[in-house]
């Protein structure tokens, strides 16, 4: 159980080409970390794992423990060992994440940002699970449900990509939230800090599972590169 | 110990960028399995380990033992569970690879081909090792030395990749070989089977080590990905 290795499971590539069959439960995911992010089979949601625990963001904003059922198209967990970094005061979630990575030198390794406080605006969404044949990530940022939190206290996890790993992740910054009463989480579009604690976790290894044994996934043709780029680049 | 995990150390990207230096021992890079590819610091040369043992080819052609100091910012292994393909007679290497790939249904994961026997025409190339400051990939190549061989019996050991993973690592086929001699070997540019044994080992999970305690990878600046592309378009 390294805590220096960051696991994930499928690529952002495979969410752009629509092949969003769930390829890990909940169940196993969880042997890879307590900590992480994803999201459900049909992009049913958004997930996040806190200190072992799993919550599951439904469309409707609500969040629940996932049920047994739940599996993964993309995610990624690992086993916490953050180290305290500093505070954050009123400034832009984006700004704080971008200032922390160039403190650290760390702009070509994956890492963990764990931050904790209040939020003075917290913006999230959900995606809407669907069936076969799942939809474009176009049309499914169409169903996406957006929601907007001020003063809103809870913990965002994010993890940090290098450039050169776009479509195989996502990179730079993919953060999800839950806020301490629940009632707000998701994946996070933007957010202000009021006052947080930020922490930090560097990987020096990413360990990526693909779906080798999903019959979709070894049927697609995934060469088509500029898509991908142009996919991700509208949906985050 | 998987054997269906692919072990990677540094990225293309790092060679594109003249971030040459050797960060991992070819004893460490031993640990992670008995077959392999790589180069060593500054370029020099290039490696490829069968059944546990490595060999440097050196930029005159000669191939040797690794010296115990011998370090590689750019490898590959993975230990050894190759399943019988099939046999190949009188076709080119590229369409051989290409052909098991596509019959396999393989183009989306990592595997790993191993082709033993004689080969019509094999043409490889070794580079010659820089000291610091490193030259560009492109400079480096106009000091590579290309060698030819005809009839030639011996293995040839290559990685096969997704395209999302261009930069990451290289994306298709990326083969080393080393003639029963020892007379002939490196880094394979063409070749063609005369009549060859086929061997192919799937992967689904790919561990990748990325260099961060490295002084000059930290300080980069890689987020130009065009560039990338082209000089791994132009070298390969």
Known sequence: MSKTTLFQVGTMQLLANSLLDG???IHDLL?????GIGTGQGLDGELIILDGKAYHTLVSGESEVPD??????FAAAH???FKDFGTAENADLEAVL????DKLQAQNQFAAFLIEGEFETMTTRSAAGSQKP????TEAAEKQQVFHGSKVKGRLLSYYAPAIYQGVTVAGFHSHFLSDDHDLSGHV?????????VKVQKFDTIEQVLPTENPDFKAADLTDLSMVHKA?????
Not at 68 to 73: G, K, L, M, Y
């Open 232 to 236: 991700i680049e509208a949906a985050e």
């Open 23 to 25: 390829t890990m439960s």
């Open 79 to 81: 086993h916490g060992d």
């Open 98 to 101: 971008q200032d922390t990575i």
């Open 31 to 35: 042997q890879h970390g307590d900590f």
């Open 68 to 73: 047994e059922n739940f599996s993964s198209p």
């Open 189 to 197: 579009l933007t957010g202000k800090v009021l006052s947080a604690t």
């Open 134 to 137: 799942y939809p474009s990530l």
